[in-house]
């Protein structure tokens, strides 16, 4: 699926609407865009099921391949505010956000 694709997704559509109501600085934009963009890539399925084992995987291989640990940080970040955002709009139950456990790394 090519970036664009990916955007026209309803609620991914929806997000990225939501923080440029919210005045995030265009390089923020472009940054979650493509955390969330290759994360779908990697799981290979829909970020509303995503698991907290699919979260793990994929930093265990962004550390594996030498990512920067600011990048993971800023990652886990954009995770963070599209999952709540997910949560806060009714995408998702409580039960399915899957970040409760994932802590930044050092």
């Not at 509303?48 to 990048?71: C, F, H, P, Q, V």
């Amino acid at each position: 699926m090519s970036k664009e694709d990916f955007l026209k997704i309803d609620y991914v559509n929806d997000f990225f609407s939501y923080i440029h109501k919210k005045n995030y600085s265009s390089n923020t934009v472009i940054s979650y865009t493509s955390d969330l963009y290759y994360f779908y890539l990697f799981i290979n399925k829909s970020l509303l099921i995503a698991t907290e084992d699919d979260i793990r995987l994929y930093l265990s291989n962004l550390k594996k391949s030498n990512e920067a640990s600011t990048s993971i940080r800023r990652k886990i970040s954009s995770f963070k505010s599209f999952y709540k955002f997910l949560y806060k709009n009714n995408y998702i139950e409580k039960e399915s956000y899957p970040l409760v456990r994932i802590a930044y790394p050092k």
